[in-house]
């Protein structure tokens, strides 16, 4: 029972939670025997382990026996034989007389008190299920005896197993009656338990759809999940060996007859009712029943009276069991049941898997394509997505497909394609447009263009931005300019998409203008909806914001007396872009929801508003709300858009102080990132994450990256934000270069500096018609400019967070109120000036769970003695490091050290044992080497070089 360090224990809080207190009744003296029952692979054997280990960490003596199969039941006392090695071996008794196994229970019982008189005992018998009746009841005897004793007892075992079902009925019923008895029934692990799971046995998250798979499959048995890991990618989707073997055990023991049933079972899925197997096994009524019955009682099947159906215990042994069926068989049986089915007017999506299992092409082909447009009418996007992919695998064999199916294969795979990526599988929709492109030829340029526009679409949201635009460039090409068309208007208005996207705001109105008067004139509506959203986002950013929103409004209530879904997307996700855009996050987070609300009932999957909904939340600070929205959309990450939820993790993890695993998202955002880098937002991300990392020069260098990836004149609102991240570091930068009194270094950064702030001012002019968050970027800027030439202006950062509170973004202002406090200590201000806007800051930190700014509150209002928390030591070797860099000797490292604690010369001298002027000298030293015009100052300069507080 020794677990492997890889192994992750998931999951069963409570019942652990139950054993731990058994564990602590028995550490003062009042005994119990605890029954662990659940199918196999469900945990029994972890939690048991688990269980040893804290009680080996709290001083029990673990001993372990197991029954063994097949050979455990022929074994008298087998686990107990085990177990009880170490005390000396199990007693025996001499001789056949009445009532000598009542000796052999006295003697048992006698070893383990005399054991546990020294120190407790856990007793662990695993899998009883194989035990002989002797070992049975010796446990109940147990159960009966320990209770004020310091003993535990703790056995585990299948209930589900057929062969033992009654022994464990009598052995639980036995053990309860002794009144001091657990029984815990382990039930499957929750989904999100298992995706822990899998994610530490792998040793990151595996990609999604590979956890949801084995989830779905396993049904949250955590062996049945590791099994599935284990083979994953390497038996195309067949189930391991082992694993299989596992599930037919108990198959294994039913007669021909049964087998060849549940083979039937097993081909029509996990649940088939009753006439359907009756009528496909062609046997008599008797027969099937029998076969049905002994199904039932050996575990396989279970009886569903409700609906008159019979269904496998656990997917994964319907899988196993199919698994079994051989070539020939297979095609046959799908047959019978699919001419069944065909009889009783089943549904397309019914029919569609038996015919093409059975091999029966043309019927499968039909089916499926009526299947999907079925699926498609109720908005059960992903299975029409799934009858379409099977159309398509069956085409190439049948010489009529398009006859079959009532349309062409360019047909098919556009229609599969936008399915593709309504479900957020934007690689397979460009994948199956290609193709489509290709059938079509020259031979249709209008339908070759509307195929280039929805190119263009599925391109942009693979992160290929220049290559959507390139094709939404060609659609306008092929359309003919004359006479006006409906597809001219719709080439058009995705042409404007696609410059609006590339920020090209100019362009695009010009384009989607004329998009909208065409449409007007000879449609189509989806084209005047998309222009129309298109021209609101134009208007919006080209400084005209409550035009732009008059059209997005406009946009919307067309669109939802449309009830088209993909134009209800389009027009929430650029609405609530808008109003973050304009300073009004709060509004843009509540329709965000709204809007997801509603694309979950139409089955749609939207990457990019979950994004626009996450990043309101994180600029509103709500934050809990915004790390619930995050985890749920990265475990259903598609492929559409990925970056955009792994950057907005990152960015979350960083202002929480998780940077590693920020670090982990970033760098899985990297290999899905558009050319542009998003026009340098993941560069500016990195500059977060290092500058709350205090790797001030990395930090630095991604700001740069950040300024040359949003070059372009309609992206002013981007590079004032960007300066005033990159003046953050140069303002810790020439700080540390003046503590080292190296002038050619302050020189440098204050010359860089110089030309961020001038940048800012421009951008920030640039943008404030557009957005008054460039206003809000531009007073940070100006008051890290301060900063970095080395001055105090408290007002800088006030105004600074009074423009984020005007802007409804608490954590910048709360930033803003730290650095202003700050200044505020400084300039010598008051305490209690210096407090407010100090509490303020601590207030919002300590909300939203930001550690990191919570933390250096903190650190300041040590230093500052202002009373927010108490003092706390440095690391014992956090002076080594200010020896080094400030040239400082041993003893005034460790004054600096206590200094920047916010300690008085007094409380300096009390620990490290000098004299009050002793240490007032030292101070004095400090700060003349430092060039500090007082403590606090040389507190800061200290505080940058040492380890961030816990």
């Known amino acids: 029972m020794e677990t492997r360090a890889s192994e992750a224990f998931v999951g069963r809080v409570r019942e652990l939670g139950r054993l731990g207190h058994a564990l602590d009744a028995t550490r003062a003296g009042r005994g119990t025997t605890a029954l662990v029952a659940g199918e196999a692979g469900i945990?029994?054997?972890?939690?048991?382990?688990?269980?040893?280990?804290?009680?080996?960490?709290?001083?029990?003596?673990?001993?372990?026996?197991?029954?063994?199969?097949?050979?455990?039941?022929?074994?008298?006392?087998?686990?107990?034989?085990?177990?009880?090695?170490?005390?000396?071996?199990?007693?025996?008794?001499?001789g056949q007389a009445a009532g000598s196994q009542l000796r052999v229970f006295q003697e048992t019982l006698a070893l383990l008190l005399d054991r546990a008189a020294?120190?407790?005992?856990?007793?662990?018998?695993?899998?009883?299920?194989?035990?002989?009746?002797?070992?049975?009841?010796?446990?109940?005897?147990?159960?009966?005896?320990?209770?004020?004793?310091?003993?535990l007892l703790l056995a585990t075992y299948r209930a589900d197993e057929p062969s033992s079902a009654r022994r464990m009925r009598r052995l639980a019923d036995g053990v309860r009656r002794s009144g001091s008895a657990l029984v815990l029934e382990l039930g499957p692990l929750q989904d999100?338990?298992?995706?822990?799971?899998?994610?530490?046995?792998?040793?990151?998250?595996?990609?999604?759809?590979?956890?949801?798979?084995?989830?779905?499959?396993?049904?949250?048995?955590?062996?049945?999940?590791?099994?599935?890991?284990?083979?994953?990618?390497?038996?195309?989707?067949?189930?391991?060996?082992?694993?299989?073997?596992?599930?037919?055990?108990?198959?294994?023991?039913?007669?021909?007859?049964?087998?060849?049933?549940l083979?039937?079972?097993?081909?029509?899925?996990?649940?088939?009712?009753?006439p359907l197997l009756h009528a496909a096994a062609g046997l008599p009524q008797g027969d099937v029943r029998e076969s049905l019955r002994r199904a039932v009682e050996h575990g396989v099947l279970v009886a569903e009276q409700a609906t008159g159906s019979f269904r496998f215990r656990h997917a994964l042994l319907a899988e196993a069991v199919y698994a079994t069926i051989l070539p020939g068989e297979r095609e046959e049986l799908h047959a019978r049941l699919a001419e069944e089915l065909a009889g009783t007017a089943a549904a397309p999506a019914e029919l569609a898997p038996h015919w093409a299992a059975a091999g029966r092409g043309p019927e499968a082909l039909a089916a499926s394509v009526e299947a999907a447009r079925q699926a498609e009418a109720v908005f059960g996007l992903a299975e029409a997505q799934g009858h379409l992919?099977?159309?398509?695998?069956?085409?190439?064999?049948?010489?009529?497909?398009?006859?079959?199916?009532?349309?062409?294969?360019?047909?098919?795979?556009?229609?599969?394609?936008?399915?593709?990526?309504?479900?957020?599988?934007?690689?397979?929709?460009?994948?199956?447009?290609?193709?489509?492109?290709?059938?079509?030829?020259?031979?249709?340029?209008?339908?070759?263009?509307?195929?280039?526009?929805?190119?263009?679409?599925?391109?942009?949201?693979?992160?290929?931005?220049?290559?959507?635009?390139?094709?939404?460039?060609?659609?306008?090409?092929?359309?003919?300019?004359?006479?006006?068309?409906?597809?001219?208007?719709?080439?058009?208005?995705?042409?404007?998409?696609?410059?609006?996207?590339?920020?090209?705001?100019?362009?695009?109105?010009?384009?989607?203008?004329?998009?909208?008067?065409?449409?007007?004139?000879?449609?189509?509506?989806?084209?005047?909806?998309?222009?129309?959203?298109?021209?609101?986002?134009?208007?919006?950013?080209?400084?005209?914001?409550?035009?732009?929103?008059?059209?997005?409004?406009?946009?919307?209530?067309?669109?939802?007396?449309?009830?088209?879904?993909?134009?209800?997307?389009?027009?929430?996700?650029?609405?609530?872009?808008?109003?973050?855009?304009?300073g009004r996050p709060r509004e843009s987070a509540r329709l965000a929801a709204a809007g997801l609300e509603i694309m979950r009932g139409f089955g749609v999957d939207s990457t990019v508003l979950v994004a626009n909904h996450i990043e309101a939340l994180l600029a509103t600070g709500h934050w809990d709300e915004a790390d619930r929205a995050s985890a749920a959309a990265l475990r259903a990450i598609t492929a559409s858009y990925p970056y955009m939820l792994l950057i907005l993790r990152a960015d979350l993890e960083t202002g929480r102080g998780d940077f590693e695993a920020a670090r982990a998202h970033l760098d899985a955002a990297l290999a899905t990132l558009r050319e542009d880098r998003g026009l340098g937002i993941y560069d500016v991300c990195l500059a977060e994450l290092a500058l709350w990392e205090r790797r001030w020069t990395d930090a630095d260098q991604a700001a740069r990256d950040a300024l040359a990836g949003a070059g372009s004149g309609q992206t002013a609102q981007l590079r004032v934000w960007f300066c005033a991240k990159g003046l953050r570091a140069q303002a810790e930068l020439a700080t540390l270069a003046r503590a080292r009194r190296d002038a050619g270094a302050v020189r440098t950064w204050l010359a860089r500096a110089g030309k961020l702030i001038a940048v800012a001012r421009g951008a920030a002019a640039e943008a404030a018609a557009v957005t008054p968050n460039a206003a809000g970027w531009l007073a940070l800027a100006e008051a890290e400019h301060d900063r970095a030439r080395g001055a105090a202006r408290p007002e800088r950062w006030s105004d600074a967070a009074d423009a984020w509170e005007r802007l409804e973004r608490p954590p910048l202002a709360a930033y803003c109120r730290w650095r202003q406090a700050e200044a505020l200590a400084a300039a010598g201000a008051s305490r209690a000036e210096t407090s407010r806007p100090l509490r303020e800051a601590h207030a919002v930190a300590a909300r939203i769970g930001a550690a990191p700014l919570a933390g250096q509150v903190e650190l300041l209002a040590r230093r500052a003695r202002l009373e927010l928390t108490s003092p706390d030591p440095g690391p014992p070797d956090a002076t080594q490091g200010l020896e080094k860099l400030l040239g400082l000797t041993p003893r005034e490292a460790e004054v600096l050290t206590l200094l920047a604690q916010g300690y008085t010369n007094r409380e300096i001298a009390a620990t490290l044992v000098i004299s009050v002027r002793t240490?007032?000298?030292?101070?004095?030293?400090?700060?003349?080497?430092?060039?500090?015009?007082?403590?606090?100052?040389?507190a800061a300069i200290a505080h940058r070089l040492s380890p961030s507080p816990p």
């Open 43 to 94: 945990g029994k054997t972890r939690l048991a382990s688990e269980l040893a280990a804290r009680a080996r960490d709290a001083g029990f003596e673990v001993l372990l026996g197991r029954s063994i199969d097949l050979v455990g039941t022929e074994l008298p006392y087998q686990p107990f034989v085990e177990a009880v090695g170490p005390l000396g071996g199990f007693p025996r008794v001499d």
């Open 118 to 151: 020294a120190t407790p005992l856990l007793l662990v018998l695993e899998d009883l299920h194989w035990a002989d009746a002797s070992t049975l009841d010796l446990v109940v005897f147990l159960a009966h005896n320990l209770h004020d004793r310091r003993v």
């Open 192 to 261: 999100e338990e298992l995706a822990a799971l899998l994610a530490v046995h792998a040793g990151a998250p595996p990609p999604a759809a590979l956890t949801d798979a084995i989830v779905a499959r396993s049904e949250g048995n955590p062996f049945f999940a590791e099994e599935l890991l284990a083979a994953a990618g390497d038996q195309g989707g067949e189930l391991p060996d082992g694993l299989r073997d596992l599930l037919l055990q108990r198959v294994a023991r039913l007669d021909p007859a049964t087998w060849s049933l």
């Open 263 to 274: 083979r039937l079972a097993a081909a029509a899925g996990r649940d088939v009712g009753y």
């Open 389 to 582: 992919e099977r159309a398509l695998a069956l085409w190439p064999a049948l010489p009529d497909a398009a006859e079959l199916a009532r349309l062409d294969l360019a047909e098919l795979c556009s229609w599969a394609a936008e399915l593709a990526s309504q479900t957020g599988a934007a690689p397979r929709a460009v994948e199956l447009t290609r193709r489509a492109i290709e059938l079509v030829g020259a031979s249709d340029p209008v339908r070759a263009a509307l195929l280039h526009e929805r190119l263009g679409r599925y391109l942009h949201a693979s992160g290929r931005t220049n290559a959507g635009l390139s094709a939404f460039e060609r659609a306008v090409e092929l359309v003919p300019a004359q006479p006006p068309s409906p597809e001219q208007a719709q080439a058009l208005a995705a042409l404007g998409t696609g410059l609006s996207l590339a920020w090209r705001y100019d362009e695009s109105l010009v384009v989607c203008e004329q998009a909208l008067a065409l449409a007007l004139t000879v449609g189509p509506q989806s084209a005047q909806l998309r222009a129309l959203t298109v021209l609101g986002t134009d208007l919006a950013y080209l400084g005209r914001g409550d035009e732009g929103l008059a059209r997005l409004r406009q946009a919307l209530r067309l669109a939802e007396e449309r009830g088209d879904p993909m134009m209800l997307q389009r027009v929430y996700i650029t609405l609530t872009d808008v109003l973050t855009m304009l």
């Open 919 to 938: 240490a007032g000298v030292h101070v004095s030293h400090i700060l003349h080497k430092l060039g500090a015009p007082n403590r606090l100052e040389a």
